[in-house]
């Protein structure tokens, strides 16, 4: 991110906090996932995967690259072009153009082996995968209808068999959303697989277009009222929300939890902007003058083709969208008493290293709150990067950090036993420290216990224990949850 960018993000957080009731946090940290000088563009993600299509060797291939490890594999190699991908956890589906035609291909990453889903001599293309369903295009019937394939079963189905076309599908969970032509322009259709039952989401005279699906919303891009807007159908009570309302054309809506991404091409070229469903609002996150565009989105992570450097390359960009974190007197409160800590943690040289502290009391149970200080007393030695989670659930990230920040406070409940993880990242040497305080209430009678568990004896470095406590913070499960 560049330093004018956190500038203007740094003013705008200041005017909104002069106004509470619309008062929110949006900050984020980009990164250029791929290097190469060719091509790299069209991404997906699901969790810490992200896959794309990729053009360093004679033809197309998809690779993909692993946020958490750092490290970038190619899944095809040779016979033609291989592109139209999608995931979702551990597996990826791609559109394999080497045998003629167009056909399906299933990859797991776990055994790094490929199936062949489809040998129908008719094209089959585009496909998207949610859990063991994958839907794809299908011109086997002298028109495009949309199929389905059960990962477990290995049961191929036709969903659609109207005699117009019926392209771009989407599946989320049992919800299959797709662009449906029978009534002689666009359309959104959707088919819940738990019911069998096929409905119109959108059917504007105007063109209804490029839809997206995760739990509860679809989104799609209509030109009903300018050239491109993007809306949204919530499916539990069948309203429709527009998200944009600018006379200028933004499209190719992509939907995870609460956040909508979409490309604005309002100032000349093409940017991305996060709308949160929550909040109402929406904020920009790409301001380079070249193109940002064809993009996806899972959780607090937004992956897109950038070609600011005379090539497409792949850029992430880890988000944070939403209230601002609560201050008190929790901290300060001489009446505080202190269940945990302070300890000091302290940025070693290297890749960073995690921590996890255990600690425990009998009966405790309920509202307390995190402390942290950071850095030292003169203002020296802070932290500018770091995750802070407990029980799983992220506290603290990357995004509440910075030189000028000597000191952050955070409510959270406490359960019986609890689980403190930490990772430092920036500056080595960098240092903070950490408490966790219960202000009781003083009608009620509060006994702390010997039986606390000794901090220090449940600390160490963490490798797989804490990938798991830190995907599900990485998707905020504050605000939250393809």
Not at 18 to 42: K, M, V
Not at 278 to 286: A, C, F, K, Y
Request: with cysteine; charged share 20%; aromatic share 8%.
């Amino acid at each position: 991110m560049t330093k004018m960018f956190r500038l203007t993000l740094a003013l705008f957080m200041i005017a909104l906090m002069a106004a509470p009731a619309l008062a929110y946090r949006f900050d984020g940290i980009e990164t250029q996932i791929t290097t190469d000088s060719a091509d790299q563009f069209d991404p997906s993600i699901s969790g810490a995967i992200t896959v794309y299509s990729d053009l360093r060797n004679p033809d197309a291939d998809i690779y993909y690259y692993d946020l958490e490890a750092g490290v970038e594999q190619q899944i095809t190699s040779g016979g033609g072009d291989q592109l139209l991908n999608d995931v979702s956890g551990q597996h990826v589906v791609y559109t394999n153009y080497g045998e003629g035609n167009a056909d399906i291909i299933l990859y797991d990453i776990d055994s790094a082996s490929s199936v062949q889903l489809t040998d129908d001599t008719a094209a089959q293309r585009n496909p998207a995968i949610s859990g063991d369903y994958v839907v794809f295009e299908d011109n086997r019937n002298g028109d495009s209808d949309v199929y389905l394939i059960n990962l477990v079963t290995g049961e191929e189905s036709r969903l659609t068999d109207s005699p117009a076309q019926q392209i771009k599908p989407v599946i989320s969970g049992q919800i299959v959303v797709w662009e449906d032509y029978r009534n002689d322009n666009a359309d959104i259709f959707m088919l819940d697989l738990a019911t069998g039952i096929e409905s119109a989401v959108a059917t504007d005279l105007a063109s209804d277009r490029e839809p997206d699906v995760d739990g509860d919303w679809i989104v799609f891009t209509s030109n009903r009222s300018s050239p491109g807007d993007v809306f949204a159908y919530r499916i539990s009570d069948g309203t429709t929300h527009m998200i944009t309302d600018d006379p200028e054309y933004q499209r190719n809506p992509a939907v995870s939890g609460d956040f909508v991404a979409y490309e604005d091409w309002g100032s000349g070229d093409s940017d991305i902007w996060i709308h949160s469903l929550v909040l109402h609002v929406s904020e920009q996150v790409t301001i380079d003058p070249a193109q940002q565009y064809l993009h996806d989105l899972s959780g607090n992570r937004l992956v897109f083709t950038d070609n600011r450097n005379e090539n497409l390359d792949i850029y992430l960009f880890e988000f944070v969208f939403d209230d601002p974190p609560p201050t008190g007197e929790g901290c300060q409160n001489s009446a505080a008493i202190p269940v945990f800590g302070p300890k000091t943690y302290l940025r070693s040289r290297g890749k960073p290293v995690t921590f996890l502290d255990a600690f425990t009391q009998p009966g405790l149970t309920g509202q307390a709150y995190i402390c942290l200080e950071n850095g030292l007393e003169d203002g020296s030695a802070r932290v500018t990067s770091a995750l802070v989670a407990l029980n799983g659930g992220q506290v603290f990230g990357p995004c509440d950090f910075s030189r000028e920040v000597d000191e952050l406070e955070m409510p959270v409940t406490l359960d019986s036993g609890n689980l403190m993880a930490v990772q430092l990242r920036g500056a080595p040497d960098s240092q903070m420290t950490l408490r966790v305080v219960i202000v009781p209430n003083p009608d009620d009678d509060f006994i702390i216990s010997c039986a606390t568990t000794n901090p220090g004896q449940g600390s160490w470095p963490a490798g797989g224990m804490f990938l798991l406590l830190l995907v599900a913070p990485m998707v905020l499960r504050r605000r939250k949850a393809h």
